[in-house]
């Protein structure tokens, strides 16, 4: 059955004013950051104005800046790459020995806000001599790429057929062995998408570096506050920092897109 004319109408009016609200916001981001103080602070120049780059050389310039995003890439990737290592076994294991238990508890790590965890994590770091240094960062940012590999992996792996890896173990081989040579390379889109989805999450992850970082461990979220002072916000700054810890993720979510989707569903096809 073909919509109706109303329900046509209905849905290009609901997706225009859903679109216009995620975009507003980034267009507005991205204009400022082109703007000076005064242009931003002027409404008559809301779209008429002449741009520049002056913002993002005092960002690029400012603070060692370049190096927190150097920081921000090393803290995504290595807290990316060790939740695979320990969260696609893991994830494998509660799916096909039925450890419903054990994933209930990952599930419920996944529920815990992250701020419940901050003070007794601060305590309990500090007292290690572990706050500032990167340690800290990439094993709090696994408190979230952890559960969200596994939760994403037991789905994948519950959609995959299990007569090749009972064909394998009757040839001879281990769980591990039909694991590693059977089932891992049948899960390349799903562990890629899991990590795609568990970088994007700790690139932008605000609350755990905002506490636990240092002067020379900050990450780019965190070092977006630079441009905000106790008198006055340099709002053209402020604008080409987010900008720069902004676009970067949203081309990577734009180029994987069309695999991060296709790893999601794929779970739910196969089998």
Not at 97 to 105: D, E, G, Q, T, W
Not at 124 to 132: C, E, H, Q, T, W
Not at 178 to 187: C, G, Y
């Amino acid at each position: 059955m073909r919509p109706s004319r109303s329900f046509r109408v209905f849905r290009t009016v609901a997706l225009t004013v859903v679109v216009i609200g995620l975009l507003a916001p980034l267009l507005w981001m991205i204009t400022a950051s082109l703007k000076t103080n005064v242009d931003i602070y002027d409404t008559g120049k809301a779209f008429a104005f002449s741009p520049t780059l002056d913002n993002y050389a005092n960002v690029l310039q400012r603070a060692n800046y370049v190096q927190f995003i150097g920081n921000s890439l090393w803290v995504a990737f290595a807290a990316t790459v060790l939740s695979l290592i320990l969260g696609v076994p893991a994830a494998y294991s509660m799916s096909r020995f039925n450890m419903r238990r054990s994933a209930l508890v990952v599930l419920m790590a996944r529920v815990i806000p992250g701020v419940s965890l901050l003070v007794p994590w601060y305590y309990v770091f500090s007292n290690l001599r572990m706050v500032g240094g990167f340690s800290v960062l990439i094993l709090s940012h696994m408190f979230v790429s952890l559960p969200l590999i596994v939760y994403i992996m037991m789905g994948y792996f519950d959609g995959l057929p299990t007569e090749l890896e009972e064909a394998a173990l009757v040839d001879g081989l281990t769980h591990i062995g039909a694991f590693r040579r059977i089932t891992m390379p049948l899960s390349v889109p799903g562990i890629a998408t899991a990590g795609i989805l568990s970088f994007i999450f700790s690139w932008n992850n605000f609350m755990f570096a905002l506490v636990l970082s240092g002067a020379n461990t900050k990450t780019l979220p965190v070092a977006i506050f630079d441009f905000v002072g106790y008198a006055s916000i340099d709002w053209g700054g402020l604008m080409a920092a987010a900008t720069v810890v902004t676009l970067p993720i949203m081309v990577i979510a734009l180029v994987v897109q069309k695999y991060v989707v296709s790893g999601l569903t794929a779970g739910a096809t196969k089998g």
